[in-house]
Antibody, heavy 118, light 106 residues
């Protein structure tokens, strides 16, 4: 069974750094793009970035490129999303998702809630 | 930048047909995808490449895409279909989502 297991919920203060993770299993991790989608409270889905674990090729949504960094450790089949300085506006649910090509998302994780509050 | 427009809400009676539209410039020249998100759950792909259903998705879900509009149709809508539905396309190297449509079954 294809699974994406995401790290636990996080509560952080503004200005702090954060790295959340997504571990893939049940498929060839290096053969599929994997990425992140933001959903702010009560709002819709926003595509952030994807990475190809096979060669670490990366594509960002320009709206997020200056705020987050996507990375991968293919030795442990895990993708990451990180912030160097969180803002309250980063409060959201973050989903990781396997991509088919880089065209659509066929398997989703359960999400990681990030809360940023002073 | 490319945009996809969906109606905020659609209502349907149980057993009837629900149609959810997604509009974008020359959307028919691209592939459209649809996701279902039930309350408190992760999104699930229900239609890919305009008309195809992934394994496990009921036959009552179908899709079409022509001109500027893609449509998700649910035939014989059930209470369990009440959810938010998002269309999606791909344009200039990024994935684009529509704003989402809340389907109410009443």
């Amino acid at each position: 069974e294809v699974q994406l297991v995401q790290s636990r919920a996080e509560v952080k203060k503004p200005g702090e750094s954060l790295k959340i993770s997504c571990k893939g299993s049940g498929y060839s991790f290096t053969s599929y793009w994997i990425g992140w989608v933001r959903q702010m409270p009560g709002k819709g889905l926003e595509w952030m970035a994807i990475i190809y674990p096979g060669d670490s090729n990366i594509r960002y949504n320009p709206s997020f490129q200056d705020r987050v960094t996507i990375s991968v450790d293919k030795s442990i089949s895990t993708a990451y999303l990180q912030w160097s300085s969180l803002k309250a506006s980063d409060t959201a649910m973050y989903y990781c998702a396997r991509h088919v090509g880089y065209y659509y998302l066929d398997v989703w994780g359960r999400g990681t809630t990030v809360t940023v509050s002073s | 930048s490319y945009g996809l427009i969906q109606p905020p809400s659609v209502s349907v009676s149980p057993g009837q047909t629900a149609s959810i539209t997604c509009s974008g410039d020359k959307l028919g020249d691209k592939y459209a995808y649809w996701y279902q998100q039930r309350p408190g759950q992760s999104p699930v792909l229900v239609i890919y490449q305009n008309t195809n259903r992934p394994s496990g998705i009921p036959e009552r879900f179908s899709g079409s895409n022509s001109g500027n509009t893609a449509t998700l149709t649910i035939t014989g809508t059930q209470a369990m279909d009440e959810a938010d539905y998002y269309c999606q396309a791909w344009d200039t190297s990024i994935v684009i989502f529509g704003g989402g449509t809340k389907l109410t079954v009443l």
